[in-house]
């Protein structure tokens, strides 16, 4: 099985994406825990939330994995919420950066306009890019595989699809 792990800044189009290509191509996905977690309870985060956000992702992770799929879109990851900790808190818990790693990250831009749908805290130009470069860094700082994804929102959704589609067919052979 091949994880890819859709990574980066809000509003980069991560959700949507991860959906139309399940859809589309029938690539098993992982919706972002996150988001649930926030609806059901509220965008008030302590470092608790955070790490029960991991536990949960983790849960939806494995249930996912049930039957072995050759490939699995994670719509977020625990390092994802290792870049939330620093950016709220200042601080990454080691247990967010202890999970397993997906094999592919992809790091979407913060180059898109930004999109209020009463979850996201990071509008603003400085906070937004603040956010963006702690989302980096994660991956930089823990050496996992990652390619950047930026552009228009079609340019986005091509060059994803064609890098699924690459490994869906790479993981065939």
């Known amino acids: 099985m091949i994880t890819v792990c859709f990574h980066g800044a809000e509003s980069t189009g991560k959700s949507v994406l991860a959906a139309r290509l399940n859809r589309e191509l029938g690539i098993r996905w992982v919706p972002e825990y996150g ?83 009463g979850t996201r805290f990071f509008g603003e130009a400085d906070s937004r890019r603040r ?8 991956l930089v700082r823990t050496g996992v595989r990652f390619e950047r994804i930026g552009g228009t929102w079609d340019e986005r959704a091509e060059a994803v699809r064609a890098i699924l589609v690459g490994l869906r067919h790479g993981a065939r052979h």
Do not use: H, N
Not at 92 to 108: E, G, R, S
Not at 131 to 138: K, M
């Open 35 to 117: 988001r649930t977690y926030c609806e059901e309870r509220g965008t008030s985060l302590t470092m608790g939330d955070l790490l029960a956000i991991a536990e949960g992702e983790q849960r939806a992770i494995e249930a996912a994995s049930a039957g072995d799929p050759a490939l699995l879109i994670l719509d977020t990851d625990q390092l994802m919420t290792a870049a939330w900790a620093e950016m709220l808190f200042g601080e990454i818990p080691p247990a967010l950066l202890a999970y397993p790693k997906a094999d592919l990250y992809l790091l979407f831009d913060a180059d898109v306009p930004w999109v209020e749908d």
């Open 131 to 138: 956010f963006a470069d702690l989302s980096e860094q994660v």
